[in-house]
């Protein structure tokens, strides 16, 4: 599990705690992206936190093939405000050589209805997808690779 907003870190350590605990899950504070490095971030302590030039914050982030290269990796899941390309990207060696089945949120931007289902396909042709969305709002729209 990936948190890098500081306002939610602690609810989500206490939400996730058992597990933690369990060793069944690996709690990481930092962000998830294409590459390793610093970026500006607007910590608002709720799902709309995301990464924005105009943040007072600076978080860490980190590419999935670096930081799990030692992992097998059978299923993610993104909901990543509007990151979920460079996320991909920093996703390409598990994506290529590992498909892991992969639940991706496609609402947050209008190109990536079509972005991310080619980009998931150029790493990995063998995917096959299904979308599914969950409310009667604009928000909520998965894209299922399998």
Sequence with gaps: CFEPDRKSIPVCRKNLSSLIKAGKLTFIEKGAWSRNERLKFNACGTGGSSISDQG???????????VLSEKRITY???????????????????ISEQKPKMAVCIYHKFEDVLQLPALLLEYNPDYKFYVRHYTAANVETVLYAI
């Excluded at 993610?76 to 598990?94: P, Q, T």
């Design 56 to 66: 007072d914050d600076e978080i860490e982030v980190v590419a999935l093939d670096e």
């Design 76 to 94: 993610i899941k993104m909901d990543v405000e509007g990151a979920e390309a460079e996320v991909i990207k920093g996703a390409k060696k598990i």
